[in-house]
T-cell receptor, first 109, second 116 residues
Framework: KQEVTQIPAALSVPEGENLVLNCSFTDSAIYNLQWFRQDPGKGLTSLLLIQSSQREQTSGRLNASLDKSSGRSTLYIAASQPGDSATYLC????????FGAGTTVTVRA | GAVVSQHPSRVICKSGTSVKIECRSLDFQATTMFWYRQFPKKSLMLMATSNEGSKATYEQGVEKDKFLINHASLTLSTLTVTSAHPEDSSFYICSYQKREGNNEQFFGPGTRLTVL
């Protein structure tokens, strides 16, 4: 059974600081890994999807890396802004999505 | 990306009643759809998977007679919570997977169910 862990559970940083969010998974036989953003009481917004054959994906200030062999992914958010405050979820697809519990980020103005 | 809608966004009902939640893909046809539930401050838990033209496959611990899933068409799926009880109160989210592509799932905005 796939287990997905996200560390830290919560993070508070001043505006402008770079964010580093970690995700680890136990079974490396995956199709892809996705990072999502969830605002309170809302659904999921897909941020980045990394295929199992890829090492990283970038979109604007976001960069996600994937090391399948070690079962790790990292989401970097450069120059954080208050609008980046949300919960970030990673999900691993190995025929179904298994989600981590998320990292709740607060960016202080 | 792809657009997925859910209706209603929020529903409050009395214990013992049934509630139907609709999930629609607005701009693509989906072979596979998923229903998740999320408890406060917890992650999403997969409830069931359904493929076009076949019955839903439920995850362990999910009662199929309580959570009825109808994958009516390639663009519409419904989840009916039958005889709802307060412990069914949760955030329910659907997602669709496209016919072609990289297995990416596209999520609806979610439905907040509160059972009194």
């Amino acid at each position: 059974k796939q287990e997905v862990t996200q560390i830290p559970a919560a993070l508070s940083v001043p505006e402008g600081e770079n964010l580093v969010l970690n995700c680890s998974f136990t079974d490396s036989a995956i199709y892809n890994l996705q990072w999502f953003r969830q605002d309170p009481g809302k659904g999921l917004t897909s941020l980045l999807l990394i295929q199992s054959s890829q090492r990283e994906q970038t979109s604007g200030r976001l960069n996600a890396s994937l090391d399948k062999s070690s079962g790790r992914s990292t989401l970097y958010i450069a120059a954080s802004q208050p609008g980046d405050s949300a919960t970030y979820l990673c999900a691993v697809d190995d025929y179904k999505l298994s989600f981590g519990a998320g990292t709740t980020v607060t960016v202080r103005a | 990306g792809a657009v997925v809608s859910q209706h209603p966004s929020r529903v409050i009902c009395k214990s013992g009643t049934s509630v139907k939640i609709e999930c629609r893909s607005l701009d693509f046809q989906a072979t596979t759809m998923f229903w998740y539930r999320q408890f406060p401050k917890k992650s999403l838990m997969l409830m069931a998977t359904s493929n076009e033209g076949s019955k839903a496959t439920y995850e362990q611990g999910v009662e199929k007679d309580k959570f009825l899933i109808n994958h009516a068409s390639l663009t519409l799926s419904t989840l009916t919570v039958t005889s709802a009880h307060p412990e069914d109160s949760s955030f329910y989210i659907c997602s669709y997977q496209k016919r072609e592509g990289n297995n990416e799932q596209f999520f609806g905005p979610g439905t907040r169910l509160t059972v009194l």
